[in-house]
């Protein structure tokens, strides 16, 4: 099952739809979901993006 979602941002710096986005997302889930499933994934978006803005750093010199 999948649901797709098209938006046309003309016009809007496109960083700042996304971050409406997000906070969207984030009032409806955490009326929409049993609270257990609502914290799993807000662990799993915060552990997401801070793999993202630190990578592991596998091959660098020491």
């Known amino acids: 099952l999948a649901g797709y979602v098209y938006v046309d941002v ?3 710096d496109i960083g700042g739809y996304v971050e ?3 906070q ?3 009032s409806g889930l955490e009326l929409l ?3 257990a499933i ?3 994934w807000k662990w799993r ?3 997401r993006a801070l793999a993202e ?3 592991a750093g596998l091959g660098e010199a020491a």
């Open 33 to 35: 979901v049993y609270p």
């Open 53 to 55: 803005a630190e990578p």
């Open 20 to 22: 409406e986005a997000k």
């Open 45 to 47: 978006t915060e552990v």
């Open 38 to 40: 609502y914290k799993l």
């Open 10 to 12: 003309a016009g809007r």
């Open 24 to 26: 969207a997302v984030r």
